[in-house]
C-alpha cells in the first residue's frame, strides 16, 4: 500500500497529483498530516505543496476538461466527505490517461460518483441561498448564519454580493466557525478568535439588533401566518421543501 500525506487543501491534492506521476507511484491512501498510518504501508510519500506544480496541474486539466467539468472538480471538494479527495485524485488521473474527455462516461464509476457528489453539494447551495434569513445588526450589517451540510459558503457569495450589492453583510458558517463579509467594496473571509452568542445560535440578541429590525420580524410572521391556509397544511410536504434544519434560523419559524 503506498500512502501520501498532505495537507488536505485542494493544491495540496494537485500537488499530489503531480508528485505521483513523476514518481509513477500512485497512492492507495491519502491522509492528512499526523493522522494514523494503516499497519501496513510499503511506501509513506510526503507531499508539500507547492503552487507552480499546481498550475501546472490545473492548465494540464484545462486541455482534458471543459470548464463545467473543471468547476464539478471544485465543487465536490467542497463535500468535505470520507475520500472525496481520493475519488477526486483517481477521476484526475483518468482525465490524463484518456485520449478523449471522460467527463461523460458515466460507465465509469469514479465519474459517476463525482456527478452524484456534485449534485449533492449544488443542491445544498441552492437551499442555503433559499433558506437563509438576515438580521439587521445595530450597525447597519445584516447578518445571516447557517450549518449546512456541505461547505457552500464559497458557492454563494456570488449571488448574494450582486443581489445585495448596496448593503453590508456577514454570512457565518456556523458548522465551520468562519464567514465571508462584505463591505460595499469586496468580500473577504473573516474568523473570530471569541465566539459571541450569535456566532453560536446564529441569532443576534436584543442588544445587539437594530431597533427596527424586530418589527420588521414581527410584520414578517404576521405575513406567513396570514398567508397560511389552515385546510391545506400538509405537514410531511412542507417538511419536504423545508428540512426542519433550517427552521431554528428561519425568522417565520420563531416565537
Not at 485542494?10 to 509513477?24: E, P, Q, S
Request: charged share 30%; aromatic share 14%.
Amino acid at each position: 500500500m503506498v500512502v501520501y500525506v498532505y495537507d488536505k487543501t485542494f493544491d495540496g491534492l494537485l500537488t499530489a497529483v503531480f508528485d505521483a506521476f513523476a514518481r509513477k507511484s500512485f497512492p492507495d491512501l491519502l491522509l492528512a498530516e499526523g493522522e494514523a498510518l494503516p499497519l501496513f504501508c510499503d511506501e509513506v510519500v510526503t507531499i508539500c505543496t507547492d503552487d507552480t506544480k499546481v498550475e501546472r496541474v490545473w492548465k494540464g486539466l484545462q486541455k482534458k476538461l471543459s470548464a463545467t467539468a473543471l468547476h464539478c472538480l471544485t465543487v465536490c471538494w467542497l463535500s468535505e466527505l470520507p475520500d472525496v479527495d481520493l475519488l477526486l485524485f483517481r477521476y484526475i488521473k483518468k482525465a490524463f490517461n484518456s485520449q478523449s474527455s471522460i467527463e461523460l462516461n458515466f460507465g465509469d464509476p469514479d465519474v459517476l460518483e463525482v456527478s452524484k457528489v456534485w449534485r449533492k453539494v449544488s443542491h445544498e447551495k441552492h437551499r442555503m441561498i433559499e433558506f437563509i434569513r438576515f438580521q439587521k445588526a445595530e450597525d447597519g450589517t445584516f447578518f445571516g448564519a447557517m450549518e449546512p451540510l456541505y461547505n457552500v459558503l464559497p458557492l454563494v457569495v456570488g449571488h448574494f454580493k450582486d443581489r445585495f450589492a448596496d448593503q453590508k453583510w456577514l454570512i457565518y458558517d456556523l458548522k465551520r466557525t468562519y464567514g465571508c463579509y462584505y463591505d460595499l467594496q469586496e468580500v473577504r473571509e473573516v474568523r473570530f478568535d471569541s465566539k459571541e452568542e450569535h456566532l453560536l445560535s446564529g441569532i443576534l440578541n436584543d442588544k445587539l439588533m437594530a431597533e427596527d429590525e424586530k418589527l420588521f420580524q414581527n410584520l414578517w410572521k404576521a405575513y406567513f401566518k396570514a398567508i397560511a391556509i389552515k385546510e391545506r397544511i400538509n405537514p410531511k410536504l412542507h417538511k419536504q421543501h423545508m428540512p426542519v434544519r433550517f427552521w431554528k434560523y428561519l425568522t417565520e419559524k420563531q416565537g
